[in-house]
């Protein structure tokens, strides 16, 4: 079934957010989300949303050109519109050749989208759909906004995917789509206890049912994801918490684009991570919030911005001679071997068998 928005019963709540920016991200994932929901019923029946006709004066069959056009261009990009202007930039494009700007502007309000003055430039095509991703990366994720409690530590998080994201919704597994069909029963019938049991099953699979702003749920895909190329402090080493803390002001309540490298030993996700064009790992190295893990990435610029930070005593560097977390965690395990030989030759045997990590 996709991501289909859930219409639940639920009780009263006063869970309130914190952040006014935070209740706006969630807004625009749902207006995006809601564009993404249509494509795809769309793609799968061939039928367009019953309520649209009370906005716009085009035939059925004129609707549904619309929506395959639209569809056609979500699919040649190369990662779905994460804001409400590219969503509205992409629906324009692909109706260019439509002249009926009145219908247009009725139809990006019918998803709370902007109408936006597209310059045409002769002679170049747009390269929005060019792959322009550096060299290593597999594919990119546009997260929901990011809940602070699920950043562990300074280098990790859990994020959340919506799966209304055509990417997406084509990986959800028949026991999910069955649970989150019956979850949707069990609301309607107010059996909140059935309904809550099923949430707990699908979380097992990776899947979550997210409370929205606005008194709706929505399913999401979890993915644990482990910044590239830096290693920031244990949290039980000098400066673990405050590293941490960092990652958290940077990110919380806000969508991110991630674009991954692979998996490494935990079958975490390794990649770039941005937010709001924000490169995060240059912020948390010029701030000494992170090592440069040159041994798994080499970049050059992660090597400046460490010397920056430590040439200017920022956050760790700020200790002469801090240890590194590679250095702790390969002590903590000697520690573990001399207290537990036996099982930690076994965790070594386990560990041989899994494949090298990327950084």
């Keep these: 079934m996709g991501n289909a928005i859930l219409r639940c019963f639920k009780g009263e709540s006063d869970d309130t957010p914190r952040r006014q920016s935070s209740d706006s991200a969630w807004l625009i994932a749902i207006f995006v989300g809601n564009l993404a929901r249509d494509l795809r019923n769309f793609e799968t029946s061939s039928q367009v949303p019953e309520r649209l006709s009370q906005h716009v004066t085009l035939s059925k069959k004129t609707q549904a050109k619309w929506y395959a056009k639209i569809l056609a261009t979500w699919k040649e990009s190369n990662l779905p519109p994460r804001t409400l202007e590219e969503a509205a930039i ?11 700007e009145l219908n247009l502007q009725r139809f990006l309000d019918y998803y709370h989208l902007p109408f936006l003055e597209i310059e045409e430039t002769e002679g170049e095509e747009s390269d929005s759909s060019s792959n322009s991703w550096p ?43 069955r649970a989150v069909r019956a979850i949707h029963q069990a609301c309607a019938d107010g059996d909140c206890s059935r309904a809550d049991a099923l949430k707990k099953y699908i979380i097992k699979d990776k899947y979550r049912i997210i409370n929205l702003p606005n008194n709706e749920e929505i399913l999401a895909r979890d993915y644990r994801i482990r910044l590239r190329g830096i290693d920031a402090p244990e949290i039980n080493m000098e400066y673990g918490r405050e590293a941490r803390d960092e990652l958290r002001k940077l990110i919380q309540g806000k969508p ?48 400046q911005w ?29 520690k573990k071997n001399v207290h537990e030989p036996h099982r930690n030759r076994r965790n070594t045997q386990k560990e041989q068998q899994l494949p090298i990590q990327v950084y």
């Design 90 to 100: 992409l629906v324009i494009c692909a109706l260019q050749d439509q002249r009926d």
């Design 256 to 303: 991110l684009t991630i674009q991954v490298y692979g998996k490494d030993r935990y079958r975490r996700l390794v990649g770039d991570v941005y937010c709001n064009g924000t490169f995060i790992q240059e912020k948390l190295l010029r701030r000494g919030c992170a090592w440069h893990y040159e041994v798994y990435d080499k970049r050059p610029s992660f090597a």
């Design 135 to 177: 060299e290593g990366v597999k594919f990119e994720l546009c997260t929901l906004p990011v809940d602070e409690k699920l950043v562990g530590d300074g280098d990790g998080m859990t994020v959340h995917i919506n799966t209304d994201d055509p990417y997406e919704c084509d990986k959800i597994p028949t026991t999910v789509q």
């Design 306 to 334: 460490q010397r920056e930070a430590r040439n200017a005593h920022r956050g760790l560097w700020a200790n002469p001679n801090p240890v590194a977390p590679w250095e702790f965690k390969r002590n903590e395990g000697y």
